[in-house]
T-cell receptor, first 113, second 113 residues
Framework: ETGVTQSPTHLIKTRGQQVTLRCSSQSGHNTVSWYQQALGQGPQFIFQYYREEENGRGNFPPRFSGLQFPNYSSELNVNALELDDSALYLCASSAQGVGDTQYFGPGTRLTVL | GENVEQHPSTLSVQEGDSAVIKCTYS??????FPWYKQELGKRPQLIID???NVGEKKDQRIAVTLNKTAKHFSLHITETQPEDSAVYFC????????????WGAGTKLIIKP
């Protein structure tokens, strides 16, 4: 198993609500990437944070936002939840500049009702 | 942007036989190609990766080949075992995109006893 952890494991919200998901990166890693994985599909890149700055963004609306903290842990925030936001949210940490291998956390299963 | 296609979507092989999964990518600037294994309800786990300066890489029963000219790469699993049953994802990324991974749709590998 990797040293990447995520919380919570599962979450149920209703449409219009807001949610915050958390990720702790592996020791020595300064980059966190977030992915959305719908059932039966491959992960879709949301955004990446490197040394507390957004370092690239996929095709997701602005209601998906994030933060990275000085200890390189990260948060994903989703506002105005929609039914289609129901998915597994994965974070992956990597050591930018050292290697590009991404190690994944166990994910947060978000269900929007 | 990058697009990754993966085939087949499902692959069923007899235990002990070999399995081959193929991916093509669109962006010639892509230079990093990891393969992940994802068991049901679990996180994606890196099983092997290859960079564009290498044509082939092997790790015990697993090998990956890369054809930069044709823009395709393949995963080869020999002497398949029941524990190889999972969904396998290929991905591609490039340095200029800060290694943001673009994923294939996945291949469900079934090992028949």
């Amino acid at each position: 198993e990797t040293g990447v952890t995520q919380s919570p494991t599962h979450l149920i919200k209703t449409r219009g609500q807001q949610v915050t998901l958390r990720c702790s990166s592996q020791s020595g890693h300064n980059t966190v990437s977030w992915y959305q994985q719908a059932l039966g599909q491959g992960p879709q890149f949301i955004f990446q944070y490197y040394r507390e700055e957004e370092n690239g963004r996929g095709n997701f609306p602005p209601r998906f936002s994030g933060l990275q903290f000085p200890n390189y842990s990260s948060e994903l925030n989703v506002n105005a939840l929609e039914l289609d936001d129901s998915a597994l949210y994965l974070c992956a940490s990597s050591a930018q500049g050292v290697g590009d291998t991404q190690y994944f956390g166990p994910g947060t299963r978000l269900t929007v009702l | 942007g990058e697009n990754v296609e993966q085939h087949p979507s499902t692959l069923s092989v007899q235990e002990g036989d070999s399995a081959v999964i193929k991916c093509t990518y669109s962006d010639s600037a892509s230079n990093y190609f990891p393969w992940y294994k994802q068991e049901l309800g679990k996180r994606p786990q890196l099983i092997i990766d290859i960079r564009s300066n290498v044509g082939e890489k092997k790790d015990q029963r697993i090998a990956v080949t890369l054809n930069k000219t044709a823009k395709h790469f393949s995963l080869h699993i020999t002497e398949t075992q029941p524990e190889d049953s999972a969904v396998y994802f290929c991905a591609a990324s490039e340095v200029d995109s800060n290694y943001q991974l673009i994923w294939g749709a996945g291949t469900k590998l079934i090992i028949k006893p």
